[in-house]
């Protein structure tokens, strides 16, 4: 029972938290990049327009959940899954395609972007193998495998409802 107890309190959380970043999305102009995080601290860094900025737990709340720049933990897994159906690729590479295919908006923390590696790993949805960099160094090369395909099918599925639920509450006038 305390299982389903946390996972319903952390979809609540998790739903405030994104309806608390898209208004702020909404009401500013140009937020800058998205800084896609997916640690576990209770230090929270974030990119903006404006710079980088930090705030921890010793601070007021509405310091820490007024920057719209604090992306939702599960979206960056979503993102390598759906990066390494194009190639197998090292992490600077996973990251530097996921700026590019979101035309700059979202930037990829290298500290969040490693932990994200190792857990999809452990679930078997990534595997790895060292090689040669097009520069002649040595990199760890992700690449999807087909239980990673199957979860990336779930998860796709599972942002969408999700962003549509979204979209129905803030369509509502």
Partial sequence: MRAVNRAGSAAATRERVIVKILD????????????????????I??????GIGSATNSQPRAAMSAAPSDVLRGTLDLLVLKTLTLEPMHGWGISQRIQ????????????????????????????SAWRTTENNRRAKYYSLTGAGKRALGQETASWRRYVSSVELILGVK
């Fill in 100 to 127: 590019q295919f979101s035309n700059g908006a979202l930037d990829v923390n290298q500290g969040s972007l490693y932990p994200a590696l190792q857990r999809l790993e452990q679930k078997g949805w990534i595997e």
């Fill in 24 to 43: 702020a999305a909404l009401r500013t102009r140009n937020p800058g990049p998205l800084l896609l995080r997916s640690d576990r601290s209770d230090r």
């Fill in 45 to 50: 860094i974030c990119r903006n327009s404006t």
